[in-house]
């Protein structure tokens, strides 16, 4: 009996810590019934998901997210990026490594679930804003783009970036995908993953969302290192 009692007791605690520590997105302060998880409560896809599967990351897929964006963003705070307009991108004085976040993706996987290509309303969550950058690769035959590739497309827009904005952003127009993946003060990333057809096509729709998030105008990019 006192076995039993021990096992039921640990059920009753384990729920209430849940209870506890579980976020109300709706009463969100940032976005009071705007935000993805107030507006989609149920986590399977959508009706607009027809034909869906490859719901969701592996964990393979997710350590490989996290190293690529470091790689990139390495890349950059070692001053080796030699693209960009006015010359190659300077070095950063600190440009931390980016570590996976359950919560931004969970919220992630919840928007792609919808099918809806495009950016949601609001991912904040309660420790952060959150950024976001969105991808879908659409083709006739299987659609088995591989993770890297997206994020490098996203990354790719440095060639694009003038590197007198590093210090102080004025426009993301052609390059809030690389300003954010390079974004100093970000330091958590987290994304979803869902395929499925629509309009002919096989649709593979990725998304992640970045906290702190990043693209602030007036703000840096990143430090320079001297």
């Known amino acids: 009996m006192a076995g ?6 640990l059920a009753i605690i384990a729920a209430v810590f849940v209870s506890a520590t579980a976020v109300d997105y709706c009463s969100l302060e940032s976005c009071p019934n705007m935000h993805t998880m107030c507006r989609y409560p149920y986590p399977n896809p959508g009706p607009m998901c027809s034909n869906w599967r490859d719901n969701g990351l592996t964990d393979d897929e997710k350590a490989r997210i996290v190293k690529k964006h470091n790689e990139l963003r ?19 004085a600190y440009m931390p490594d980016l570590t996976w976040d359950n919560e931004l993706a969970m919220i992630a996987q919840r928007w792609v679930n919808q099918c809806q290509p495009g950016h949601d309303v609001c991912r904040n969550v309660q420790r952060f804003a959150v950024g976001q950058n969105m991808a879908i690769t659409m083709n006739s035959g299987p659609n088995n783009s591989p993770v890297e590739d997206m994020i490098q ?10 590197n007198r904005q590093v210090w102080r952003l004025t426009s993301i127009n052609g390059v809030g995908h690389y ?3 390079v ?9 979803g993953r869902i395929k499925y057809t629509g309009s002919g096509w096989n649709n593979h729709y990725f998304i992640c969302n970045y906290g702190k998030a990043g693209n602030y105008l007036g703000e840096a990019v990143y430090e320079i290192r001297k």
């Not at 039993?4 to 007791?9: H, K, L, N």
Request: charged content about 20%; overall charge positive; glycine content about 8%.
């Open 4 to 9: 039993s009692c021990s096992v039921f007791c």
């Open 74 to 92: 390495q890349k950059v705070a070692s001053g080796k990026e030699t693209r960009g307009i006015n010359g190659p991108q300077p070095p950063a």
């Open 153 to 162: 497309m996203w990354y790719d827009e440095v060639a694009l970036f003038d």
């Open 179 to 181: 300003t954010q993946i």
């Open 183 to 191: 974004w100093a003060k970000t330091t958590k990333i987290g994304c």
